[in-house]
């Protein structure tokens, strides 16, 4: 505003100046002076003249001559402001943040010779109190005030400004890094760095430098050890993590190799071997396999899960698996598994599978012992005359349905059977064709020829005389063709329900001029063509032993006194279709580790009589049980191998060994309600 008003003096006429300083003067001379209305013109006509500068005549060049001053004066009240704060911003600087150790030791030398001494505090004279002012009232405030000590003053030297500096970081540049208390290789060991680790250099003494890790170990390490940059590779011990959503782990460095598992994004690896592709790792739960390098990192990430439900049927892949109660190795044992033992996978969280055993016995098994694919079941020879069951059987090239198609066979013709996978068989035709039909389409049962005088149609399919009513019969008789269907209804179309061979007796129910309602030794009912039978006893001499059945019996009495380990099927332990299975596959046929699921295979049945074995078991037949109150085709909870003598070795229960048993000794209770034979 000083600007301002100089500018408009200045732009007042000469006579008006004058007036103006002669009225500065008068005032100066009589400072109280009144002056009356008349006395006051000279100012009223300057003041008028100051009007009339800013009326309407007031042009461009009067605008410009007041705008300039005001303009200057606000750009120079400007520059002081941004001058006071900048000022203000670099002492703070300074004097908190010590980003310039050098410029502040200039700073504070200033600051020291500018300062005087500073000056004592003495206690206050009470008289000199009273003549400069009023004693206040004492008060405890003020009391605190007087007792508190003078400030101290800080000077920072260089040497107290050191441990202010940018601390500086290294990074382990090998695998494993000793840490040694002094700085020299002989020095004692206090501790170990892992690769890549960020330490905290402290210091240097000759070839070693003096760290501090992040969990507080202090010590020397050579410098040709530290780094000042993160590496990028990968060696081995390293920790790393998986970057991707699910991470698979494999069998081999290469997509070809099988999958034994995988990671979830986030899932611990400790790398075991490095490759410039494919590094080999393992897992926080023990699986070890090959990933994909580009999978995995040193970044620490959130583990997105922890397990999959998967519901899956998987096999074993190994000759003995352990299930286990927990997912770990050093989890309590709770099971056995056999190579290609069938179990469900439940769920996984990439290195172990929750399953569940065909007993329901359910478990955790390391993902690496299962595989994805069924066993390929092994053929074993039988050389053994088969007929074809059905109207027309096609005989294929492979054992498969989608193979070439080399022959076809008819119902009731007789072929050989030359070896078996339980599923498929290799047959040879009449006419010489060989190849595979499904096991399904054959069967034992020597078909009946048909009676004479008809060209077509069997005898027993013509529809009985109208005095072919059944009528009440009893007795006993025996089977007197090789093989003999028990059916489900008087008629060839029914259902099969039995076969019976020769010399089995069966008790009579009914009969009328073809059929007979007969019941067999083992319970079961149904009709059998009056044919097929005869009242007299049969002396039937005893069947004589094979070879493959008896070294059967050799193998099995190897095992006696190995101790019962469930769902176990090795020399170290068995359970009952765990020595069976166990027996059979040194012999070369593949049997399935259940006690059902062999009752259910499609080996040949064999009848027997509950009170006398020996008149047709044969050493090395399997033998069947189950509960005697059940029915006798129901679920076989049992197994064991005939011996002969009316004996069977077989594995009993928990607790106990394998042993021989007598099987008449288990009438009582669980008689045997079925017989296979395999060789």
């Given amino acids: 505003m000083v600007f301002l008003f100089t500018a408009i003096y200045f732009r007042l006429t000469g006579n008006e100046f004058e007036v103006e300083m002669a009225l500065h003067r008068r005032h100066k001379e009589d400072p109280f002076e009144t002056y009356d209305l008349k006395k006051k013109r000279p100012a009223r006509r ?47 600087d300074e004097k908190f943040r010590n980003e310039n150790p050098v410029e502040m030791q200039e700073n504070i030398g200033r600051i020291q010779r500018n300062i005087k001494a500073l000056p004592e505090i003495n206690d206050a004279d009470p008289t000199q109190a009273a003549e400069t002012e009023p004693v206040p009232e004492t008060t405890l405030s003020t009391e605190k005030e007087t007792e508190s000590p003078a400030p101290n003053v800080v000077v920072m030297t260089p040497d107290e400004t050191e441990g202010n500096a940018v601390k500086e970081y290294l990074y382990v540049a090998s695998s494993v890094v000793n840490v040694r208390q002094n700085a020299s290789t002989d020095s004692d060991l206090v501790g170990q760095l892992s690769f890549n680790q960020k330490v905290e250099k402290l210091g240097q003494k000759d070839d070693f430098i003096k760290i501090k890790a992040e969990d507080g170990l202090q010590g020397y390490v050579h410098k040709d050890l530290l780094s000042t940059e993160l590496s990028e590779a990968i060696v081995p011990g390293m920790s790393m993590y998986v970057q991707v959503g699910q ?7 290469g997509t070809t190799y099988d999958i034994i598992g995988f990671g979830f994004k986030g899932t611990p690896l400790t790398v075991v071997e490095s490759g410039a592709e494919w590094s080999l790792v393992k897992t926080d739960t023990g699986l070890s396999g090959y990933m994909l390098n580009e999978l995995f990192g040193t970044r620490q990430v959130e583990r997105t899960r922890i397990t999959m439900e998967t519901n899956a049927v998987r096999y074993i892949n190994y000759s003995v698996v352990y299930m286990r109660e927990e997912a770990t190795a050093d989890s309590e044992q709770i099971g056995v598994l056999a190579m290609d033992d069938r179990v469900l996978q439940i769920s996984t969280d990439g290195s172990w599978s929750k399953v569940e055993a065909s007993d329901g016995l359910q478990g955790y098994v390391r993902n690496d012992l299962l595989r994805e694919t069924a066993p390929v079941t092994p053929f074993a020879t039988t050389n053994r005359n088969q007929y074809i069951s059905v109207s027309v059987s096609n005989v294929r090239a492979e054992a498969s349905t989608d193979s070439e198609v080399v022959g076809q066979a008819r119902k009731d013709e007789q072929v050989l059977q030359i070896e078996t996978d339980g599923t498929w068989s290799r047959i040879r035709t009449s006419a010489g064709v060989e190849g595979y039909v499904l096991n399904e389409f054959l069967t034992g049962v020597v078909p009946v020829p048909p009676s004479s005088g008809s060209s077509t149609t069997p005898a027993e399919t013509t529809p009985p005389p109208s005095n072919s009513s059944f009528r009440d019969i009893s007795g006993t008789v025996y089977v007197k063709a090789s093989a003999a269907n028990l059916r489900s209804e008087p008629n060839t179309s029914s259902l099969i329900v039995d076969t019976l061979y020769y010399g089995a007796s069966l008790q009579r129910i009914s009969t009328n001029d073809i059929w007979t309602k007969v019941k067999t030794g083992n319970g079961q009912i149904g009709f ?63 049997l399935y580790h259940g006690s059902n699921s062999q009752a259910r295979s499609n080996y040949q049945s064999i009848s027997f009589s509950t009170s006398n074995y020996e008149a047709t078991l044969l050493p090395g037949d399997l033998v069947f049980f189950n509960n005697v109150y059940t029915s006798p085709n129901s679920n076989y909870t049992h197994v064991g191998i005939y011996v002969g003598n009316g004996q069977m070795i077989h594995s009993p229960q928990p607790g106990q060994t394998v042993r021989y048993e007598s099987l008449y000794d288990r009438n009582a209770y669980s008689p045997v309600r079925l017989v296979k034979r395999i060789f």
């Fill in 528 to 590: 059998m063509d009056n044919s097929l039978f005869q009242t007299e006893v049969i002396e039937s001499t005893p069947p004589q032993a094979t070879s493959q059945g008896q070294q059967v019996v050799e193998y099995a009495k190897q095992l006696l006194g190995v101790p019962y380990v469930y769902a176990g099927a090795s020399a170290n332990g068995v359970d009952c279709s765990g020595l069976t299975k166990y027996v059979y596959g040194r012999m070369g046929v593949y």
């Fill in 247 to 253: 991470a698979y782990i494999r069998s081999g460095a």
């Fill in 46 to 92: 300057a003041r008028r003249k100051l009007r009339s500068y800013f009326s309407s005549s007031f042009n461009g060049g009067k605008w410009v001559s007041v705008a300039v001053p005001v303009i200057a004066f606000a750009l120079l009240v400007s520059v002081f402001v941004v001058k006071i704060v900048t000022d203000s911003k670099s002492v703070s």
